[in-house]
């Protein structure tokens, strides 16, 4: 078993949000921070799919950044994992994950079992709520418009604080429809990498150190509502 000193990506962002280091006072990582981490991120999670595995639980806990090597940042806890194999998962229970990670079909009737790529676009949304988490340091909110009975993402004044590509991607990524939704191959050659290096390095030890994080300050879970 490897030992790896580090910060789960969950500490890293209550850590910047504690150290009030966001330039732009949004309270998450600075976005071409979190796009190194995500790039990587997001690229283990396409090597899964690319073997039909699908994760079922992608969430910021489950993200290990190490001290020694932060352009090798690990994606952890593989106990809900499960292979698919034509349209079907192995485990019994298809209903798996963190609820405010959970995408919405698998908490609503829409859940038909419909092929290998619809399943596999559940982790894609739990990519999505990651990243708007990593950048805000809160959950995404949804909203009907009077055009689209359709929700969708509701940035408010927060879209102001991050480049247009950046809220492009989540928006991709958080949607409802999975057959709609950005796989994670579509995900990476997204503008949002490919007009700047992904691959800039990450520092931790940008933030505060030693970590002390009081329990009052932690992320609360809300529900996300449609």
Not at 103 to 112: G, I, K, N, R, V
Not at 123 to 141: A, H, I, N, Q, R
Not at 145 to 153: F, H, I, M
Request: proline share 5%; glycine share 4%.
């Amino acid at each position: 078993m490897e030992y790896s000193k580090g910060l789960d990506l969950f500490d890293v962002i209550q850590e910047a949000s504690n150290c009030n280091l966001s330039m732009d006072s949004r309270g998450g990582i600075l976005e071409e921070e979190a796009k190194s981490i995500f790039f990587q991120i997001l690229n283990g999670v396409q090597h899964l799919h690319s073997n039909n595995i699908i994760h079922r639980d992608i969430k910021p806990e489950n993200i290990w950044i190490p001290f020694s090597n932060q352009s090798s940042v690990k994606l952890l806890d593989f106990g809900s994992a499960s292979i698919i194999s034509n349209g079907q998962e192995s485990n019994v229970s298809p209903i798996m994950g963190t609820t405010n990670y959970m995408a919405p079909e698998l908490l609503s009737d829409y859940f038909m079992r419909k092929d290998c790529e619809t399943d596999l676009k559940a982790d894609c949304w739990s990519l999505g709520v990651m990243l708007f988490v990593m950048l805000f340091s809160e959950y995404p909110t949804f909203y009907y418009s009077e055009v689209n009975a359709v929700p969708t993402v509701n940035f408010g004044a927060l879209e102001s604080s991050i480049s247009v590509s950046a809220a492009n991607l989540i928006s991709q990524l958080l949607e409802l429809d999975p057959s709609k939704r950005i796989s994670t191959t579509d995900a990476l050659r997204h503008e949002w990498f490919t007009h700047s290096n992904p691959l800039k390095t990450f520092h931790t030890t940008n933030y505060c150190n030693p970590l002390v994080i009081p329990e009052s300050n932690k992320l609360q879970p809300i529900k996300v509502g449609f």
